[in-house]
């Protein structure tokens, strides 16, 4: 078992910047590719971004691409998402994953990921 806990959500205004985080506990060895999703009120639950074991490789959704920076620490088991330039439409619940198994050729199914924190809610006004 994997038990992730997600923190660091809020209210932001436009272009301002948040730091989320995401601690894993448990069997956190098993642990490949971590991941940050999202789900905006009304919608579906899209990739964010993720981060491979070793974090020498990244994946990010277009729409965060030079905004958003995944990072993650294997020694303190957390994984982080430094979120830059906020616009309204990254207002959503955010969510850590967590996939206990090696990379697979993508990273971005959320179906991959065996464990799911709770969520942090980001809120971004215009």
């Known amino acids: 078992q994997v038990q992730l806990v997600e923190s660091g959500g809020g209210l932001m205004q436009a272009g301002g910047s948040l730091r989320l985080s995401c601690a894993a506990s448990g069997r956190t060895f098993s642990i490949y590719p971590m991941a940050w999703f999202r789900q905006a009120p009304g919608k579906e639950r899209e990739f964010v971004a993720a981060?491979?074991?070793?974090?020498?490789?990244?994946d990010y959704a277009d729409s965060v691409k030079g905004r958003f920076t995944i990072s993650r620490d294997n020694a303190k088991n957390t994984v982080s998402l430094q979120m830059n330039s906020l616009k309204p439409d990254d207002t959503a619940i955010y969510y850590c994953?967590?996939?206990?198994?090696?990379?697979?050729?993508?990273?971005?199914?959320?179906?991959?990921?065996?464990?799911w924190g709770q969520g942090t809610q980001v809120t971004v006004s215009s």
């Open positions: 981060i491979g074991r070793s974090g020498g490789n990244t």
């Open positions: 994953a967590a996939d206990l198994t090696p990379y697979s050729g993508t990273y971005s199914r959320s179906y991959q990921y065996d464990y």
